[in-house]
Structures are given as structure tokens and as C-alpha cells.
């Protein structure tokens, strides 16, 4: 799904009365899978649309997505290349990825 999609689904949810926040890539270093930029909608049922890293720390985000949508506040996620953080998450590439999160009013 290209960029575009993303931000209608994310309009069509707001315009449907769905709390919705939209997380966007803002910075990578080393191995990472998908580009500054890059964006993933999440509408207050948890469905989501787009990718912020092609599948392995979607969960999370998705998770702090929801969170943003109940309290408002936006976040700046943090994944890393730590060993802990690594396998918590799935950026077992050794990619560094800097995701910021906030409500769609």
C-alpha cells in the first residue's frame, strides 16, 4: 500500500467517528527495513494499515497507537539495536528505527 492509501484509511476512520493515530518512520540507522517516512494508520479497534518496518516491531507500535488514540499524547519510540530490545521486538537486522506517534484530530 502506498503512502496515499494510508492517510485516506486514516481519513475515511476519522470521518466514520474511529479514534485513529498515524506513526511515522522519522529516523533509521544501519539495517533497517523500511525508510524514513514510512507510515502505519491504527483506528481505535486496532486495525492497521501500512508498515513502519515491515513486521517486526508493528506489535509495539500498534500497541503505543492505541494508547495515543486513549490519552492524546504523542510519543517518540525508540527501537534499537541492543541485544534485549533486539528480540523483544524483532530488529534482529541490528537496525536502529525512531517511530513518532500521534492522534489524528
Do not use: H, Y
Request: charged residues 20%; negative net charge; glycine residues 16%.
Amino acid at each position: 500500500m502506498n503512502e496515499p492509501d494510508i492517510l485516506d484509511q486514516a481519513a475515511a476512520w476519522r470521518a466514520g467517528g474511529k479514534g485513529v493515530a498515524l506513526a511515522t518512520v522519522v529516523v533509521t540507522w544501519g539495517s533497517s527495513p523500511r525508510p524514513v517516512g514510512s507510515q502505519l494508520a491504527v483506528d481505535d479497534a486496532g486495525a492497521f494499515v501500512g508498515s513502519v518496518s515491515g513486521g517486526c516491531i508493528e506489535g509495539a507500535v500498534v500497541r503505543e497507537a492505541l494508547d495515543c488514540i486513549g490519552d492524546g499524547k504523542p510519543r517518540l519510540l525508540d527501537f534499537g539495536i541492543s541485544n534485549e530490545q533486539a528480540w523483544d521486538v524483532g530488529l534482529a537486522c541490528g537496525g536502529k528505527v525512531q517511530v513518532f506517534v500521534e492522534r489524528v484530530e
